[in-house]
């Protein structure tokens, strides 16, 4: 399945952007970076995260999170990635083909992309998958 990143402003804020999109049944998550990461890592982890019903976490957004934030304890991920309910400019991940269910829930995106080097960085995003498998 095809996903996208996107750098996306809500200006009701994240909360009720979530409440509008609770009654679509498609992956989207948001979440914050404080450095950037490559937009193709964000893909991988968006394909990786698929696999969340293998793990104890049952949650997708929760295991996407802990896959970017190199963390196996939802918590923690939360912190590092999470965004505030009344947020309104964030990331998000999502399953390519409901920019229209996005745009009628408020939201403004804009492609998001950050190439770079990426040896070794998806070294800790197996060592963490393999973390929250097991």
Do not use: W
């Not at 948001?30 to 968006?46: I, K, R, V």
């Not at 995260?49 to 190199?70: N, T, V, W």
């Not at 990635?81 to 009344?86: A, E, F, L, S």
């Amino acid at each position: 399945m095809p996903y996208e990143v996107s750098l996306v402003t809500v200006p009701s804020g994240i909360g009720n952007t979530l409440d509008c999109l609770k009654n679509h049944n498609f992956f989207h998550q948001f979440f914050f970076m404080d450095s950037p990461l490559p937009e193709e890592y964000l893909l991988e982890a968006c394909r990786r995260s698929e696999k969340f019903s293998q793990s104890p976490i049952r949650d997708r957004g929760a295991y996407f999170m802990c896959l970017i934030a190199g963390r196996r304890n939802i918590s923690d991920a939360m912190k590092i990635m999470g965004c505030g309910m009344n947020d309104t400019v964030a990331f998000m991940a999502f399953e390519s083909g409901h920019e229209i269910e996005l745009k009628n829930c408020g939201v403004i995106m804009e492609k998001y992309s950050f190439p770079t080097d990426s040896r070794g960085i998806y070294g800790q995003m197996t060592m963490t998958e393999m973390e929250l498998i097991n």
